[in-house]
T-cell receptor
Framework: RKEVEQDPGPFNVPEGATVAFNCTYS??????FFWYRQDCRKEPKLLMS???SGNEDGRFTAQLNRASQYISLLIRDSKLSDSATYLC???????????FGKGTTLSVSS | GAGVSQSPSNKVTEKGKDVELRCDPI?????LYWYRQSLGQGLEFLIY????????KSGLPSDRFSAERTGGSVSTLTIQRTQQEDSAVYLC???????????FGPGTRLTVL
């Protein structure tokens, strides 16, 4: 199993749709989880941390399932501006850095 | 406030030359990271600095790669005798602690001809 794995997509959805991405991780001892957004030829930008109890930020909801070792990101009421690549990140075994998935591409169309 | 800055934004070099990439982290962030991202690939961890502790160099791909962090702030990543496979975007990030997430600079796009 790869350390952090994501479905590359692309996910093509219409405006207003709800879309969800999953990300699986292999290290059961991982403690820190994040979702990043990366636009084409730009740096990743921190979207949100993922907390054990789940957390919400506007239209975005992140959840953690420790038993099955995955995190998820739900986007409600998709906007054109949500089109981007979404990267999940999990701390490495040493706790010194993040391991990133290769990203899931989302394309929202009108 | 000011984010992470990196220079140069683009660097084109010839195979065999040495290059230096610079990163200026967010003020007050004690942790600094270097990653690289090749076309269509994920981010690959290179090196991590935390305060005055010994850096975690476990991600450096070869001994041609080295990095320094002077005075707990600015960092330089040096690649000696560059090879074509070194072509990538080199990203620097900083954080106040791993639990708070990392904040990335705009990257240096390195092209080795």
């Amino acid at each position: 199993r790869k350390e952090v794995e994501q479905d590359p997509g692309p996910f093509n959805v219409p405006e207003g749709a709800t879309v969800a991405f999953n990300c699986t991780y292999s290290n059961s001892a991982s403690q820190s989880f994040f979702w990043y957004r990366q636009d084409c030829r730009k740096e990743p930008k921190l979207l949100m941390s993922v907390y054990s109890s789940g957390n919400e930020d506007g239209r975005f909801t992140a959840q953690l399932n420790r038993a099955s070792q995955y995190i998820s990101l739900l986007i409600r009421d998709s906007k054109l501006s949500d089109s981007a690549t979404y990267l999940c990140a999990v701390n490495n075994q040493a706790g010194t850095a993040l391991i990133f998935g290769k990203g899931t591409t989302l394309s929202v169309s009108s | 406030g000011a984010g992470v800055s990196q220079s140069p934004s683009n660097k084109v070099t010839e195979k065999g030359k040495d290059v230096e990439l610079r990163c200026d982290p967010i003020s007050g962030h004690t942790a600094l990271y270097w990653y690289r991202q090749s076309l269509g690939q994920g981010l690959e961890f290179l090196i991590y600095f935390q305060g005055n502790s010994a850096p975690d160099k476990s991600g450096l791909p070869s001994d041609r790669f080295s990095a320094e962090r002077t005075g707990g702030s600015v960092s330089t990543l040096t690649i000696q005798r560059t090879q074509q496979e070194d072509s990538a975007v080199y990203l620097c990030a900083s954080s106040s602690g791993l639990a708070g997430g990392q904040f990335f600079g705009p990257g240096t796009r390195l092209t080795v001809l």
